[in-house]
Antibody
Framework: QVQLQQSGPGLVKPSQTLSITCAISGDRVSSNSATWNWIRQSPSRGLEWLGRTYYRSEWFFDYAVSVKSRITITPDTSKNHFSLQLSSLTPEDTAIYYC????????????WGQGTLVTVSS | QSVLTQPPSVSGAPGQRVTISCTGSSSNIGTGYGVQWYQQLPGTAPKVLIYDNTNRPSGVPDRFSGSASGTSASLAITGLQAEDEAVYYCQSYESILSGPSQAVFGGGTQLTVL
């Protein structure tokens, strides 16, 4: 059974960078049959897909247009996890951040991490 | 402002049938991308109920069913139970000019069991 365990700070100051890690058990971040995604949820923006990484003989990264200039997703095969960094934070980035897997040839997110509430405030 | 449009709330009495609509456009549901439905209970992550318009993962009761046509999709719940009270989200993919298709979500529908 695949499980995703998130870790990261809950309070970040405006203009700083958010960093959250998603540890994978039961699968590999370097799997050729999965993509590894970040999604956030806030009252104002609802559920918003942020980006993904996946390995198909080389690493690929896709990012949502809304955050493309500020986001970095980094896989770490030695620790079997992937991380989200989002820079130049504003209060609008306050949200619950989730990691989630999509298996190749499938279209749904499963499983999800437990979520990390990130508040952007001074 | 979510890409897919859902009613903010629906309600029904125990045992009744309710439906939740999800309206998209020709750049997402209308392109043939499948629609997924998720159930989110308070304080938890969304959980997939329906995938590829009509399919249920193992373990999801057959009280839940999905359908899709054109640029819209629907989730139906029959034999409503108190434990069904949750927020339901639809999800699909949208074609964009600048790269691969991106996942898009509805704004969520709060189901209240009266």
């Amino acid at each position: 059974q695949v499980q995703l365990q998130q870790s990261g700070p809950g309070l970040v100051k405006p203009s700083q960078t958010l960093s959250i890690t998603c540890a994978i058990s039961g699968d590999r971040v370097s799997s050729n049959s999965a993509t590894w995604n970040w999604i956030r949820q806030s009252p104002s923006r609802g559920l918003e897909w942020l980006g993904r990484t996946y390995y198909r003989s080389e690493w690929f990264f896709d990012y949502a247009v809304s955050v493309k200039s500020r986001i970095t997703i980094t896989p770490d095969t030695s620790k079997n996890h992937f991380s989200l960094q989002l820079s130049s934070l504003t209060p609008e980035d306050t949200a619950i951040y989730y990691c989630a897997r999509v298996r190749a040839h499938e279209n749904w997110f499963d499983p999800w991490g437990q979520g990390t509430l990130v508040t952007v405030s001074s | 402002q979510s890409v897919l449009t859902q009613p903010p709330s629906v309600s029904g009495a125990p045992g009744q049938r309710v439906t939740i609509s999800c309206t998209g456009s020709s750049s997402n549901i209308g392109t043939g991308y499948g629609v997924q439905w998720y159930q989110q209970l308070p304080g938890t992550a969304p959980k997939v109920l329906i995938y590829d318009n009509t399919n249920r993962p193992s373990g999801v009761p057959d009280r839940f069913s999905g359908s899709a046509s054109g640029t819209s999709a629907s989730l139906a719940i029959t034999g409503l139970q108190a434990e069904d009270e949750a927020v339901y989200y639809c999800q699909s993919y949208e074609s964009i000019l600048s790269g691969p298709s991106q996942a898009v979500f509805g704004g969520g529908t709060q189901l209240t069991v009266l």
